[in-house]
């Protein structure tokens, strides 16, 4: 690209998920249950947005740490299909609870619904909120949940990244471990971290969390990007 030209706005300087790098990294990763494989397939065939599903390996590596730090209640922003959703159900003990936010249920309900509810055990440790999970998160603290949740997926709007930021971290007890979803976004942090308000949002997200003295993290180049976040 010649030094005069402005970079495009959000290109995947960084994320690829057709490099054959990646894929060698994700199948050797990725382990799914038949029923995500059925979920993954199914969006992919339904819904023209299936891009907004969430990586497999970042699902399987969420679903690891979940298992490691012996989470049992999970936010989930973003449900879309329920993808990342199922994902945690089924990494959680019988007794887990996902809380899983979205403003929009058509498509879980015509897509992931149909095929969650397959597995009664699963889905009913899922809790499907309609709303803005910025709502429904200020709706779980003043209900006093703060320091009870173990786990967080952030996978929404961009433009609140900092927002659901400060709301997790207060709803997550010491040690908990947040997941932010395209934290890298494309590459536009880098390349033109200014460009829009999403990229902006994720710029000022990613600095937030870095010089939070309440967590430690590390900003990790897989999928578009992931933000790890631990609660001290
Ligand atoms: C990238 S998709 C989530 C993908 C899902 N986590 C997965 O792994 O397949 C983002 C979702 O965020 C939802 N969303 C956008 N703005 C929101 C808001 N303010 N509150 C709650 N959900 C929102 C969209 O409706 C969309 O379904």
Redesign the pocket.
Known sequence: MASNEEPPPRNRFLYRPNDPLVQYCANLTTKFEPIEKELHEA?IQSSH?HL???APE??QFGKYFIQLIGAKRVL??????????L?WALALPIDGEVVS????HT??NAVGKPIINKMPEIANKIKFEL??????LEQLLEKGQAGKFDFA?I???KA?YPNYYKKCIQLLRSGGVIFF??ALWGGSVVHNPKHDDDTRAIVACNELIFNDPNSNSTLVNMGDGLHIVFKK
């Open positions: 969006t947005e907004m599903l969430g970042i699902l989930d922003i973003g449900t879309y299909t329920g993808a990342s959703a994902a936010m979205d403003i929009d498509e879980l709303g803005s999970a910025l709502d429904t997926f996978d929404a709007d609140n979803d395209n």
